[in-house]
């Protein structure tokens, strides 16, 4: 489904306790390791409390894959001791964000980022944060419906 998205700015978003994971990793590992993150989750009895949210802040390639440098915040009911590879987040506020919606099959999203940064550059905006995106449909409980994915970028709220 290729539609013209919406842009919009002045958006935020909020979750208090929150778990999260970064960690630099070759692409084909990245589900495993957030499969460990979530395993964590289950048998410390933590339930989820709102979209699991991503961020990527870096890619570099090597000869054979991409490593990706990835962060995971999900949003839990109670405050845990994380181990050391995890971080609890007691909030987690993004604030003064440009926002889109998209609505499709995750391999094509890259052109939602690239309508994202025409929008920025053409309004002198300065981003200030990595994309985040929040994947507001579970990928395991999609059956054969389009990912919806919200994508918040934090800009520079002064105007220069």
């Not at 440098?69 to 003064?96: A, C, G, S």
């Not at 994202?116 to 999609?142: E, G, R, S, V």
């Amino acid at each position: 489904m290729n539609h013209a998205i919406q842009i919009e700015t002045g958006k935020s978003i909020r979750f208090e306790n929150v778990a999260s994971f970064r960690k630099k990793m070759k692409q084909s590992e990245v589900n495993l390791e957030l499969g460990k993150f979530v395993n964590f989750l289950q048998q410390n009895n933590v339930q989820k409390n709102g979209p699991m949210i991503t961020a990527t802040f870096g890619v570099e390639n090597d000869q054979q894959e991409q490593i990706l440098d990835i962060e995971f915040l999900i949003p839990i009911d109670k405050q845990i001791d994380m181990p050391h590879e995890y971080t609890f987040k007691p909030l987690f506020h993004l604030v003064h964000a440009v926002y889109a919606r998209y609505i499709g099959d995750p391999l094509q999203i890259e052109n939602t980022y690239n309508e994202l940064t025409d929008f920025l550059q053409q309004n002198k905006l300065q981003q200030i944060t990595p994309a985040y995106n929040m994947n507001l449909n579970d990928i395991h409980t999609l059956q054969g419906n389009e990912p919806i994915i919200d994508i918040y970028i934090g800009v520079n709220p002064s105007i220069l």
